[in-house]
């Protein structure tokens, strides 16, 4: 109704102006009736109310459209009405709307190939890694040493390609069981042995065996797994140790992953979580691309845990892997 009145106050002024404006000619040229002029005026309001009213009526669907958001896309290519101008909308906004779904479903179908094709380059490149890795092992020098931690470097990245690439279709490749933190914390540092060792930083693990959480292994590795390369990172040659332990806290389960490292300044805690926020720490180390955090908080808020984050400067940073709920084995 807002909607109407505004669009059609200009015509109500004029209309009354040019009623006000007959009767004054008429006084102006010796007419003294002013009872019929005032009638005259009246019957004209009446018409204009008419008009109004049947207006309105006629196009109280597109007015409703303008007016109120819609809740779907599907919503807005409802029939608006059987008035010209609404039919016209109407035919406006389902050639939009048709235009929109073309563009959509090419759009997904580039995205889909994108995937596909990370997916295929990610698996042909683990194939000459492997050979890679395999020929180094038989050799025991520093340069053989060097070339399988290279390896083991650029095979982490693929990695973050490969899931970064699939968080984009996390809701067809997640599987809900429970979950040993104590194995979860094993694997990753299992997995980034050789970066630990590498750094000079030494895990401490002191995870309950018996604690056990409702998530995907899988999408839960990874995100423990970007957790624990940072936290080797900052802390490279400190000769410190990156602790792992477990607690209950009321109702959740927590996996508190420490480092002693070099923490993160202040003004950088806020933005640690966005995607490719290197900040101070990340000028310092190049390797930095500042997506690991991210990757970690966009998994854990789609299995439906939480990370906190607490950090002294020079003193380390402590992440914590919140879980709703937990179960304990026997």
Same mark, same amino acid.
């Given at each position: 109704?807002?909607?109407?009145?505004?669009?059609?106050?200009?015509?109500?002024?004029?209309?009354?102006?040019?009623?006000?404006?007959?009767?004054?000619?008429?006084?102006?040229?010796?007419?003294?009736?002013?009872?019929?002029?005032?009638?005259?005026?009246?019957?004209?309001?009446?018409?204009?109310?008419?008009?109004?009213?049947? *207006?309105?009526?006629?196009?109280? &669907?597109? $007015?409703?459209? %303008?007016?109120?958001?819609?809740?779907? #896309?599907?919503? =807005?290519?409802?029939?608006?009405?059987?008035?010209?101008?609404?039919?016209?909308?109407?035919?406006?906004?389902?050639?939009?709307?048709?235009?929109?779904?073309?563009?959509?479903?090419?759009?997904?179908?580039?995205?889909?190939?994108?995937?596909?094709?990370?997916?295929?380059?990610?698996?042909?490149?683990?194939?000459?890694?492997?050979?890679?890795?395999?020929?180094?092992?038989?050799?025991?020098?520093?340069?053989?040493?060097?070339?399988?931690?290279?390896?083991?470097?650029?095979?982490?990245?693929?990695?973050?390609?490969?899931?970064?690439?699939?968080?984009?279709?996390?809701?067809?490749?997640?599987?809900?069981?429970?979950?040993?933190?104590?194995?979860?914390?094993?694997?990753?540092?299992?997995?980034?042995? *050789?970066?630990?060792?590498?750094? &000079?930083? $030494?895990?401490? %693990?002191?995870?309950?065996?018996?604690? #056990?959480?409702? =998530?995907?292994?899988?999408?839960?590795?990874?995100?423990?797994?970007?957790?624990?390369?940072?936290?080797?990172?900052?802390?490279?040659?400190?000769?410190?140790?990156?602790?792992?332990?477990?607690?209950?806290?009321?109702?959740?389960?927590?996996?508190?992953?420490?480092?002693?490292?070099?923490?993160?300044?202040?003004?950088?805690?806020?933005?640690?979580?966005?995607?490719?926020?290197?900040?101070?720490?990340?000028?310092?180390?190049?390797?930095?691309?500042?997506?690991?955090?991210?990757?970690?908080?966009?998994?854990?808020?789609?299995?439906?845990?939480?990370?906190?984050?607490?950090?002294?400067?020079?003193?380390?940073?402590?992440?914590?892997?919140?879980?709703?709920?937990?179960?304990?084995?026997?």
């Amino acid at each position: 109704m807002r909607l109407f009145i505004r669009e059609h106050l200009p015509l109500i002024l004029m209309q009354i102006a040019q009623l006000f404006l007959v009767l004054l000619i008429y006084w102006l040229d010796g007419y003294r009736h002013f009872l019929t002029g005032l009638y005259a005026v009246f019957i004209g309001l009446v018409f204009l109310a008419g008009y109004l009213i049947y *207006r309105y009526v006629s196009h109280r &669907s597109l $007015y409703r459209a %303008l007016s109120e958001p819609t809740a779907s #896309l599907d919503d =807005s290519i409802h029939g608006l009405g059987t008035a010209p101008l609404a039919e016209a909308a109407d035919g406006l906004l389902q050639a939009q709307y048709r235009h929109f779904q073309q563009q959509i479903k090419a759009a997904e179908k580039s995205r889909k190939d994108h995937l596909i094709f990370i997916n295929q380059w990610v698996h042909q490149m683990k194939t000459p890694l492997s050979v890679i890795r395999l020929t180094m092992e038989e050799e025991d020098d520093p340069r053989s040493a060097s070339v399988r931690e290279e390896a083991d470097r650029m095979e982490r990245g693929l990695e973050t390609v490969l899931y970064a690439a699939r968080l984009e279709t996390f809701e067809r490749d997640f599987q809900v069981e429970p979950v040993s933190l104590r194995s979860i914390a094993e694997n990753a540092i299992r997995e980034n042995k *050789r970066l630990f060792i590498g750094s &000079s930083v $030494y895990p401490d %693990l002191q995870v309950d065996a018996r604690l #056990l959480v409702e =998530s995907d292994a899988k999408w839960l590795g990874f995100l423990v797994g970007q957790l624990v390369t940072n936290a080797v990172k900052y802390s490279a040659d400190s000769r410190e140790k990156v602790s792992f332990s477990s607690f209950v806290r009321g109702t959740e389960a927590v996996l508190e992953i420490r480092d002693r490292g070099i923490g993160i300044p202040p003004e950088d805690r806020k933005r640690v979580f966005q995607p490719f926020f290197t900040g101070d720490n990340g000028r310092k180390y190049r390797e930095s691309t500042g997506m690991g955090l991210y990757f970690a908080r966009e998994i854990a808020d789609r299995l439906g845990h939480r990370l906190e984050l607490e950090s002294e400067l020079g003193v380390g940073t402590r992440v914590r892997v919140v879980f709703s709920s937990y179960l304990t084995s026997m």
